[in-house]
Each structure stands twice: as C-alpha cells, then as structure tokens.
C-alpha cells in the first residue's frame, strides 16, 4: 500500500526543512533574522484593509471561475497603464501565482514533455512540474557574471523535440536580475524558430531599481499568441495571505484551457478579488516609494558584503534578493550551524541555502540566496551578524 | 503551435455552459429560479463574519503550508466530536475540497492508474483526474433502486492492476444519497481485499436528514492507514466562496505528501482560516437548524413532483440534491429549452442536465439534478414552473 511515485519523489521545500532549527534557536532565547525568505514586511495598503472591512454579504458564495470581471478589467487596465494592450478575456485568475504556474504547466505539456527554465530558479517550479509530470531542463547561469542569459546558441543546445516552452522569470527569484531587451530576443527568436511558448513569471515587474523599467514578454507582437504571463498580487501589494494571482495570454486556446482547469476548482477566494481590486485601483503612484525602501535596502545589503574576503556578490537590478557564493563547502550545513551553533551578542541570521534552488545536482552548494526583506536598521544588524557568522565558521571549518 | 493534449481533452464545465442561455433569459426579463448549483442560500453564520471584520494585522503574510494550527486542531476538535479520533497533524488544510481531492489523486496516483468512483458523480472529479492524468473508472448506478451500491462482486469486477483508489461521496452530490454502514462495508473488505485506498469526500456530512446519522470512512479501524477524508467548510457553514477545506488521513505517508504538494503552492488564504476556525468553534448545534430547513425543503421538492407522470424520483436522506429521471430523450436539449423557449408568467427554471455527472458516454441522457437551495416558498413556485416547462416540452416533442 504505497503512494504514487510522483507523492514519493516531490521535493521537500529546502527552505522550510531548515525551520525546525530556527524555532530551536528562538526556544534558547536567541533572535534569529529571517532573510531566507520572500515574506515582504511592507505593509499591506491601507484600500486592502479598507475593502476587507466593507466586504458585506449575507452569503460568502462561489465567484465565477475565471474571477470576477472588474478585477479582470483593472488588471487589464494595470497592463494597459505599461502601454501593454490587454483585455479582461486575457485575464483568468488563479489562486495565487501558484496556481497559474500550475495551469500553465499542465495546458502547455503533457506527462513527459519538457520546460526550460534558467537555474537558479524559484524552488517552487519543481513542485508544480511533479504536479503536472513535466520535467524542466535547467538552463545553468552563474553568479560571477550576475546569472545573465547566455548566447542564443547555448540556449538552443536545451532545446529537444520534447520542449514545450521555455519560462523565465525576470525580476528574478532568487538572483535580482532583470533580463535585458537583448536577452529577452534571443528566447523570443528561439520561441518563433523552434515553435515553442514562452511562460513570463514577472510577479516583481515593479521591483526594479536605479531607474530600470521591467520589459515584459507581453510587449513583442511577434510572439503574441506564444507568451503566457503568470503573475501575481502578493509581492506587488505585500498581500501574500491572499493567494490572488492570474494567468494573462492573448492565446485564446490557452485561456480557454486554463479556464477549464480553473472551472474544477471553482473560484479564487471571494473576499481577496475584492481586497486586489482596490489594490489595482491605487494607481501606479503606490510603488513609488516601495521601490525607493527596497533599492535603499539593496544598496545597504551590497554596500555591506561586497569587501567580505571570499564573497562573491553582483548587485542586481530587481527583486528583492542575492544569490551570493561563500569560500564554503556546503551552505546547507552553514545554514543549519548559524541557528545551532551560533549567536553574536544572542543573535542569528538565517538564509537560505540554494541548492534548492539549481535543479543540476551539485550546483549552489556554495551559495546563498538573501532575501532584504527587513527594515534598514536590522539588516544592517543582520549583516553583521552573518558577516561575523561566517567569519567564525571558516575558522573552525 | 499547440496546447496540451490534456489542455485540449479537459471538459468543459457542463452546468457552466448553459449559463449564457440562463443570461440572456434574464435580459428579456424572464425571472429564472436557479436550482442547477450547489449555491447555498443559507447566510454565512455571523461568527465567520465577526472575524473577517475582526482581523487585524499589518501584514497579510504567507501562513504555514499545512495551514494554522489553532484551525487543524480545531478540525480534529469537530471530528472528535463524532468520536472519531485525529489529531492536528492529521489535517492539512487545502484551498478548499477541490485541492484536496487534487492533492489526494496525485499523492495515491501516477499518471495513467485508475480510481474507481460510483456515477452520477460529482464533475469535478474530472478535471482533478485530467489535471493528475489519472483515470477515473465509472461504477454506474441507479434512480430506479436510489442509486445505492451494488453487490462486492460487482463492484470488484471495476478493479484492475492499475486502481489504486475507490472514491466514495456521501451523503452524494448529485444523487443526495446516504451510503449504509453495510454498503461502506463492502467498500472496506475490497480495499483490504485487494490492498487500496479509500477517498471518502464527506463534505455534506451535515446534511442527513430523517434522524439518520453519516457513517464516517475514518470509523473504520481495519483500513485506518487506508483512509483518506476531503473535506470542506464550502457547504458545511455556507462559505463557498472562502476556499477552505483539507485533507485528513491517519496515514503518514499520504500526509507527509500532501504537505509537499502543499508546499508547492506555499498556503492557503490566510483571512479565510481565521473564519474557518470561527466556524468550527460555533459547535455542532449550529447544524440543527440547518438540516431542518433543508430537510423541509427535501420533502416539499419530492411531494411536489412524486405524482407526475413519466418523472422517476426516489427520495435521498443527504445532501441537497436529487437526480431524476425524466421521459425525454436529451436533457441538454430540454434544459436549453426551458431558457429559451419557455415561460410561465415571466418565470423559468434552470436545472442541471445529469449527463455532466457520468463519465459513462449516453448515460444520464434522459436525467436532470436538482438542487434545493432556494427558501421553500421559491421552492414550490419553482416546482409549479418546471412541471409546466415538461408538460409542455412533452407536448412539441
């Protein structure tokens, strides 16, 4: 009597395996810095907390399955604010981003079939493709260079007559980077030349700094029936509880699929539309200043690691995260000896190790992704905590 | 430039596309009683709505993947009170019923392997089978003996070297029919018989009416690793649109899984378990009330269409439906028809045609369900209008 093979082999989240060692830490009296994960402290906008409150119905009942049409429209609008022309019928919403990775999976391949996706990734894709039984092929980029995308050629060597789409995720999780026009034409004219779809993860579109602007895939006309936008609420308006995403395509097959496999689950939350509607409603003024914490916060974090002996750091452009290498062997161990063995005047740190983050066995034993997801004054802290950490790991090592 | 095969393959909601039929009735003024979903009219309780108004925190952040604790032990709490003894680290929480039975077909199922599951059945299950690439295998039964299970050699002639699961729904949606100790029995000595696992969707626990009791799968200890509960808050406190429901199984490995999918997908919405919790603390006396009404209204649906001619109706003990049979040859036809060709004083009816809930090809053809959640008055009056509607599509015929 034994589960499916596919229940036995998902991947245990390697962020979360390590929390057990963090609440250890907490229980002897230690402070531990969480900057291993993606949990923005950003305050959720006070029009969320306002549509909460009036939310007034006498009956919490099912929405439509591809979610209510008025905050199809402003999502469309959201789209229509970056010169991206976008109807509500291109928009289905999902619960969460992850769902949408998830739709898009299973309505772009079948068992067996392939995906491309640059590594280091976000973990949770390999989720979604055990879910979906489809295997991704890691496209390997590396830290010294800043994880750019390589040439069109290596590209083209993952490509096999089992590869569907190739997804890239641009403001990065875990890396920061933010693919350039150039980088997003090499996959666009691969996309035209092999006849494959382009999955877009751009959940961070507005996290982009010394005056970047994010491009998204939705802008190429030639390939307007090929790209497919998963997209999400949690990090642009600090609402991760709510689990309020959206496919976004101007594919009709694929949004009528996806709005198939949305019908089996009947419909996002209720009451969320309704709190990110008035989160579109904000206008885009709202990022203005979250953008200027976050690149402060990127600055103190590099400004702080970058003359570490043995670190190698690139600061990128987006997000809200590292991945840098450490003169370690192994971070997980690091890991787990920073909230065990460790503490500076009874304070810790904790990152993420980012094996979990490579799908290539071996890769990013010596790396950490840094999530600045805390205030100024305690990241800087934090850093010199970690800084310290490490420096009296590398001595007993 | 195609989608998936199973993209292309998945149905098409057959209740949802009739909805533009229903739409445009109601542009032409038509008032139309809706008794084709399982749409609660029965208010959301206020305690749920006191903590939705109650909640407060600054950040509306991811909650842990399994759910919060204080709502799993709560949901061992609820089951405690039917003695059945589980305890919170049986229960992980899933964005409503829908995940859960998701997450119960991939964890028991690789692609390709087969569940068997009792027809009529409710439709959904077929596009979590699409989206798992699971096969579902079809038990028919019938209105004729009010769809009760057949004999263990029947049922055993469905299993094959690929089933892995047989999924049981009590009391059922769409026949409202309330599986005996006895017909569980059956279902029990097959699983150990021939090493299987059971999926008991028992989200109208609730709903039994003439003082009959639901007989819970986790009741029986001799296949207590084999017993996997979907449950949800949809139907049970009138909060469809909340999303909440979860997975509960004594067994490790099943849950330990399930808590990898979870993972995945990082959490379900964070404002809604804090209303589940609500709703769970409000004791089993809030159902009396409930089974009441819709046992009334149960009773006023079968006397109001017992006695017409041509119609097969057997009364159910559970949930809040009924499939009857009908002398028509094609209930998509006819239900299309009562929308757009029939009125009666302004006023029509809509009804499920039942061939959505066979997964048998012709099955079902000559069959409707009907959901009774509508107050008794619009009950009757919608009863008057649908024996009117047949009468005189019997007569055009």
Known sequence: MDISQRGLDIQESPIRKLKPYADQA??????????????????????VWDALKQFDEEVLSYGPAQGFLDLRQAIADYFGSYDIEINSENVVITVGGSEAIHFAFSVLSDPGEEIIIPEPFYTNYNGF??????????????????????SIETIAEKISLKTRAILLNSPSNPTGTVYTPEELERVVALALEHDLFII???????????GATHKSILEYEEIKDRAIVVDSISKRFSCCGAR??????????VSQSVLKFAQARLCPPTIEQKMALAAYRMGRG????????YQRRRDVLYEGLKD????????????FYYIIKLPIEDSEHFVRWMLTDFQLDNETVMVAPAQGFYSTPGKGIDEVRIAYVLKEKDLKRAIT?????LQEYLKRA
């Open 244 to 253: 309020i995403g959206a496919v976004v395509t101007r594919n009709e097959q």
């Open 308 to 319: 570490t002996p043995g670190i190698v750091i690139r600061k990128p452009q987006g997000a």
């Open 385 to 389: 905590v970690f800084k310290a950490g």
């Open 26 to 47: 907490i229980e002897r009296g230690i402070h531990v810095y969480f900057i291993n994960i993606g949990q923005p402290d950003i305050p959720t906008p006070q029009p």
């Open 286 to 293: 709202y990022f203005d200043p979250v953008q200027k914490e």
């Open 129 to 150: 493709a055990a879910c979906a039984d489809v295997n991704i092929v890691p496209l390997t980029l590396s830290v010294e260079d800043g994880f750019r995308l390589p």
């Open 200 to 210: 877009a993860d751009e959940v961070y579109k507005e996290f982009v700094y010394d």
